[in-house]
């Protein structure tokens, strides 16, 4: 996969395609979700093929993303998914700081390896980003590899679960099988976990 050619993204903002303030089924316990915008992989049964664009979507500044998340007591932790997260990586470690100074844990998924994170071809700030995780769900998704159990937290075979932070060992309790529909004040739907679609 090459690089893809990046829009020109203010420093301190996020190109976000879409935002779920509580969810119970994109890591452990209640956590906002934060979907980036673009990925070049354009997998075969990607569940957000509408992410795949690196057009801009919705420009979040850091800090008014930090509010956003940090004004909902239940929220435990933050998730980043896609798209491609680390395209992303230097300013969603600055969002992930601020996030664990305040006691949020932080989660991402990601189309990369982790070997590919740590090489000197990684996307810039990969390992910023990686120094601030507490969970790992890396490797792209492949429809011949499927899972879609209730014993299972990834979504094909070839992903591994990275976790960075030992408190996370014994939390690993979502599964591929769970979806939730969340109703926006504008009636739009947005359908998440594994086998779901943002729209």
């Known amino acids: 996969m090459s690089n893809p050619t990046l829009p020109e993204i203010p420093p301190g903002y996020l190109n976000v395609m879409g935002y779920v303030d509580e ?8 956590r906002a979700v934060v979907w980036l915008q673009g990925c070049a992989r354009e997998c075969l049964g990607c569940f957000n093929t509408q992410s795949w ?3 801009i979507n919705q420009l979040f500044s850091v800090e008014e993303l930090a509010e956003k998340i940090l004004s909902n007591s239940n929220n435990q932790g933050v998730t980043f998914s896609g798209g491609e997260p680390f395209w992303q990586a230097t300013a969603l ?3 992930a700081a601020k996030l664990k100074a305040k006691g949020l844990n932080v989660m991402s998924f990601t189309g990369f390896t982790l070997a590919e994170l740590r090489s000197p071809k990684a ?17 792209p998704y492949v429809e011949s590899l499927a899972i879609n159990s209730p ?24 599964a591929s099988d769970q979806i939730e529909v969340h109703i926006l004040k504008d009636g739009s739907r947005i359908i ?5 679609k943002l729209g």
Do not use: M, Y
Request: proline share 8%; with cysteine; glycine share 10%.
């Open 53 to 55: 664009s690196f057009e």
């Open 123 to 139: 996307p810039p700030g990969a390992e910023k980003l990686l120094a601030q995780l507490d969970i790992l769900i890396d490797g």
């Open 151 to 174: 014993d299972s937290p990834v979504s094909s075979r070839n992903q591994k679960i990275h976790i960075f932070n030992p408190a996370f060992e014994d939390k690993i309790s979502w």
């Open 23 to 30: 969810s119970e089924v994109n890591g452990p316990g209640c």
């Open 93 to 95: 470690a600055e969002l």
């Open 192 to 196: 998440t976990g594994f086998r779901g």
